[in-house]
């Protein structure tokens, strides 16, 4: 009896628990993605924030990295670095255009490509990757018919090869690039430019799960089913670049920088404006090396803005501040160079909006002629500096006053007077007269003390 007992505990001990399942039993563990999201222009603050995620996923052991892309375009070679670290990764990349109404405008065609999984919201947009002018022509009429058929096919073979590489439309992605077209993300689905069409970006990892792509040239398996994002923000230099990139932030600093100095030169001394303006100004060429700005067009503004500050020292009769209005309202309106070709914006997202461009010079010119109106008030002012300024003021006499001389406390100053009556000490003066370096003073109604 004593010997079943023991061999029944002994089985017992032996048979497998449920606390404690074989190797192999437990379920997987999702997978982890690094989630970046790039909401603005391509800069260099786009390529260096991607190139910290990828590095990043490598070295954590992220499963993939994910891309949200809602992009009017970029700086080319912003563009051309980060694509080149995105097709180097050994870390997957799924690039989702995203949320509803996001685009993949210009440069952005280019970073959809080059992901080994592209998706699209079904409200959204991709393609318009050909430069035009301000006007909507061609590069050609600018830059010259040699320089613009250069660019034209060496950004179409980046289009190509980029495509290619990934098993793309390489003749949609040249047709991007060199006839501007657009397509919505059923047709992208479509002609094979993306692989899904998601609302969601886990709805397009979940969908992409299980596929075989390429990641520095090895065979890879897609997982994204039930993935963890790990958002990655990016630094404070990106976000600035980002922010400088908005075409309406760029004009605005612009003016307010051309307006500060303006007020400055009105008022020298007050700093205020002084140093606010050149802040702004400072702020403003650095986004000029973001974004493509007009130079014939910050020349306009600075000379709106001068003819502006002129009518408030030369009697004009209002032609110098309406000749500074027109110069500021043209120079905003052509603040955008669509024609440079080391930059690829959709030209239809980028662009000025009305509330800057109608309503700040007109504002700008209000609040210069208000400034301009006090300066010609003072003017007709008593003068209240210098020895002018002393005529009339009252003060006590420190000592007695007469012919002889003695000595006064007028507007915070000593004083050495003189008097046609002798003036007792601690009596009040009135300055009636200033002649070098003495006051002549009268005696005032009431006593200091």
Not at 283 to 289: H, N, P
Not at 387 to 395: A, P, R, W, Y
Request: glycine share 10%; aromatic share 6%; hydrophobic share 50%.
């Amino acid at each position: 009896m004593r010997a079943a007992v023991l061999a029944l505990t002994l089985a017992a001990a032996l048979a497998p628990s449920g606390a404690a399942p074989p190797p192999g039993a437990s379920a997987a563990a999702p997978p982890r993605v690094l989630h970046l999201s790039v909401q603005d222009a391509i800069t260099s603050g786009t390529a260096e924030y991607v190139a910290a995620g990828l590095a990043r996923a490598q070295a954590e052991g992220y499963d993939a990295v994910a891309i949200t892309l809602d992009t009017p375009g970029g700086h080319l070679d912003a563009t051309r670095d980060l694509v080149q670290r995105m097709l180097a990764s050994p870390v997957p990349v799924a690039v989702w255009v995203g949320p509803a109404g996001a685009r993949a405008g210009s440069a952005g065609v280019f970073i959809t490509l080059a992901a080994q999984v592209a998706g699209m919201h079904p409200a959204s947009n991709i393609g318009a990757a050909h430069p035009v002018t301000s006007g909507g022509g061609d590069v050609e009429q600018s830059a010259g018919k040699d320089m613009a058929k250069k660019v034209e096919n060496d950004t179409a073979a980046f289009a190509r090869s980029i495509a290619k590489a990934r098993g793309r439309n390489a003749e949609w992605a040249e047709k991007a690039v060199r006839e501007s077209v657009s397509v919505t993300a059923e047709e992208a689905l479509r002609l094979k430019v993306v692989d899904l069409v998601a609302p969601t970006l886990p709805a397009l990892l979940a969908a992409a799960d299980g596929r075989q792509v390429e990641a520095a040239g090895k065979p890879v398996t897609f997982r994204g089913k039930g993935a963890v994002l790990t958002p990655l923000d990016p630094t404070i230099r990106q976000r600035t670049l980002g922010f400088l990139a908005d075409p309406n932030v760029a004009a605005l600093l612009m003016l307010v920088g051309t307006l500060g100095i303006a007020l400055e030169l009105y008022h020298p001394g007050a700093l205020v404006p002084g140093v606010v303006g050149g802040v702004c100004l400072f702020l403003a060429f650095v986004a000029t090396r973001v974004i493509p700005v007009n130079a014939g067009a910050v020349l306009l503004l600075l000379g709106g803005v001068g003819l502006l500050v002129a009518e408030g020292y030369v009697t004009t009769h209002g032609i110098a501040g309406a000749a500074g209005a027109v110069c500021v309202l043209v120079g905003t309106l052509l603040f955008i160079d669509k024609s440079s070709p080391e930059y690829h914006f959709d030209p239809a997202a980028f662009t000025l909006s009305p509330l800057v461009v109608w309503p700040t010079p007109l504002a700008m010119t209000a609040l210069l002629a208000f400034v301009a109106w006090k300066v010609a008030a003072s003017r007709r002012t008593r003068l209240v500096a210098g020895f002018q300024g002393l005529v009339g003021e009252e003060g006590e006499a420190l000592s007695e006053v007469g012919p002889a001389g003695g000595q006064v406390f007028v507007h915070g100053e000593y004083w050495r007077a003189r008097a046609a009556e002798v003036i007792p000490q601690g009596a009040r003066v009135r300055v009636a007269s200033v002649e070098g370096l003495v006051a002549t003073v009268v005696p005032a109604t009431g006593r200091v003390r």
